[in-house]
């Protein structure tokens, strides 16, 4: 069914190949898929979330449990049926990341290695610097549009589950993150 609107959405408007982008955050694992339009930009196709406290793991214990890890494989390969029938089948029109519940975690990289394992799908660990820096190609779009973001300074916090990330734009240019 999904495949089926997927290409009566293609033929209407014109739109590219589909893409995944899969995020292993705190307390879930995110996945949104997307077109990319001929202009640059997206059109939500679809989101799917799944509950996976790996925060829950790293912050108690400084490691994520083997259950949880088994967990983790389990929604993504719940995920790649669902990329399947949007017609995802190439690495390259897939992006995971991890951020800090597996950046902090002692046992990250065997993590990683097992999702790679069991499903093909390569998990890169962001640092905070790249978190600075997602958030900020995404609510830069929206402050633009704003008659006081360029006047004024503006501070954008980004609260997840295991982290906050501050922007401080001055006068729409950023100034610092922290």
Do not use: W
Not at 1 to 27: C, F, H, N, W, Y
């Amino acid at each position: 069914m999904r495949a089926k609107r997927l290409k009566q959405s293609k033929s209407l408007m014109g739109g590219g190949d589909p893409v995944a982008v899969i995020e292993l955050g705190t307390t879930s694992i995110r996945m949104v898929i997307a077109e990319i339009t001929r202009g640059g930009k997206f059109r939500v196709l679809d989101t799917l979330q799944q509950v996976v406290s790996l925060g829950r793991d790293t912050f108690t214990d400084g490691q994520i449990a083997r259950s949880t890890v088994e967990a983790c494989v389990a929604a993504l390969r719940s995920f790649q049926k669902v990329m399947r029938e949007y017609g995802i089948v190439e690495d390259r029109h897939v992006r995971a990341i991890a951020t800090s519940a597996v950046r902090e975690a002692e046992n990250r990289d065997a993590l990683v290695d097992r999702i790679q394992i069991a499903t093909g799908i390569q998990v890169a660990i962001i640092d905070e610097a790249e978190i600075s820096r997602l958030t900020y190609l995404a609510v830069r779009p929206v402050l633009m549009r704003q008659p006081f973001f360029k006047k004024s300074d503006t501070l954008v916090l980004e609260v997840g589950g295991g982290s906050t990330e501050a922007l401080m734009f001055k006068k729409g240019k950023v100034g610092n993150s922290h």
